[in-house]
């Protein structure tokens, strides 16, 4: 008998590795008439998304009177539709500060730096309570919110730790990661973010998802999932 998939997991997967999101919200001008707008995103230690918006923004204001929104993540595929998709329906809460968040969130998107210092912009988080996973045709689920959700972890206090020792010990493992796992030669190699799931690197232009053979939920585990990595990269085809 095969395995029953994880599709927490799975739905979690993909919704890291593709942080482009179209973000609905309930219009207040339009009467309560959905709303939908881009909103890159990342993923926090908990599975919330989480994005950086001004407060003149349509969606913001519509947040402010409704909290209740939807963000797809999707693709930038030729045909969106047979690559999937994932919808996370919840409320957004903005976020009491931009401190403990800032550095991962601008480590995935250098280019907001400038609207980060702005005092208009804030960070709003979603808290999922349904999910809607598209993996394909003929793979369409409803999925547990609670499936979706990260095991518990201690990753988010020792990420930024293990980045820097990542970048400034093991570079040569962060390129050999990316011609093993997907065929890219890079030059220039940083490791960005860590999860339960996996890691991603800016390799040159490029961001690249790896993902973990099962979840991690503390240092000494990454360090496992690492080394694993490694000794895979060095083993004979």
Same mark, same amino acid.
């Given at each position: 008998?095969?395995?029953?998939?994880?599709?927490? $997991?799975?739905?979690?997967?993909?919704?890291?590795?593709?942080?482009?999101?179209?973000?609905?919200? $309930?219009?207040?001008?339009?009467?309560?008439?959905?709303?939908?707008?881009?909103?890159?995103?990342?993923?926090?230690?908990?599975?919330?998304?989480?994005?950086?918006?001004?407060?003149?923004?349509?969606?913001?204001?519509?947040?402010?009177?409704?909290?209740?929104?939807?963000?797809?993540?999707?693709?930038?595929?030729?045909?969106?539709?047979?690559?999937?998709?994932?919808?996370?329906?919840?409320?957004?809460?903005?976020?009491?500060?931009?401190?403990?968040?800032?550095?991962?969130?601008?480590?995935? $998107?250098?280019?907001?730096?400038?609207?980060?210092?702005?005092?208009?912009?804030?960070?709003?988080?979603?808290?999922?309570?349904?999910?809607?996973?598209?993996?394909?045709?003929?793979?369409?689920?409803?999925?547990?919110?609670?499936?979706?959700?990260?095991?518990?972890?201690?990753?988010?206090?020792?990420?930024?730790?293990?980045?820097?020792?990542?970048?400034?010990?093991?570079?040569?493992?962060?390129?050999?990661?990316?011609?093993?796992?997907?065929?890219?030669?890079?030059?220039?190699?940083?490791?960005?973010?860590?999860?339960?799931?996996?890691?991603?690197?800016?390799?040159?232009?490029?961001?690249?998802?790896?993902?973990?053979?099962?979840?991690?939920?503390?240092?000494?585990?990454?360090?496992?999932?690492?080394?694993?990595?490694?000794?895979?990269?060095?083993?004979?085809?």
């Amino acid at each position: 008998m095969s395995e029953k998939p994880d599709l927490g $997991l799975e739905a979690r997967r993909f919704m890291r590795a593709h942080p482009n999101g179209v973000l609905s919200t $309930l219009s207040k001008r339009l009467g309560g008439a959905p709303f939908g707008s881009i909103a890159p995103f990342i993923l926090d230690h908990v599975g919330r998304p989480v994005i950086l918006i001004s407060t003149l923004a349509e969606h913001t204001k519509n947040l402010a009177a409704d909290a209740r929104c939807s963000i797809i993540a999707h693709p930038c595929a030729q045909d969106v539709q047979a690559a999937g998709r994932v919808t996370l329906s919840g409320t957004a809460e903005r976020l009491p500060d931009k401190t403990a968040l800032g550095p991962r969130y601008l480590r995935y $998107l250098p280019e907001a730096e400038g609207y980060f210092g702005m005092h208009d912009f804030h960070f709003y988080a979603i808290t999922v309570q349904a999910v809607r996973y598209i993996g394909g045709f003929g793979k369409i689920h409803w999925v547990d919110p609670v499936a979706f959700a990260p095991p518990g972890n201690s990753l988010a206090e020792a990420e930024e730790g293990i980045i820097a020792h990542m970048n400034a010990d093991h570079a040569h493992n962060l390129r050999a990661y990316c011609l093993h796992v997907h065929g890219v030669q890079a030059q220039a190699v940083e490791m960005i973010g860590i999860d339960t799931d996996g890691f991603d690197v800016r390799a040159d232009a490029r961001v690249l998802r790896f993902d973990f053979a099962q979840p991690v939920c503390d240092p000494g585990a990454v360090r496992n999932a690492l080394i694993a990595m490694a000794r895979d990269c060095r083993a004979p085809v």
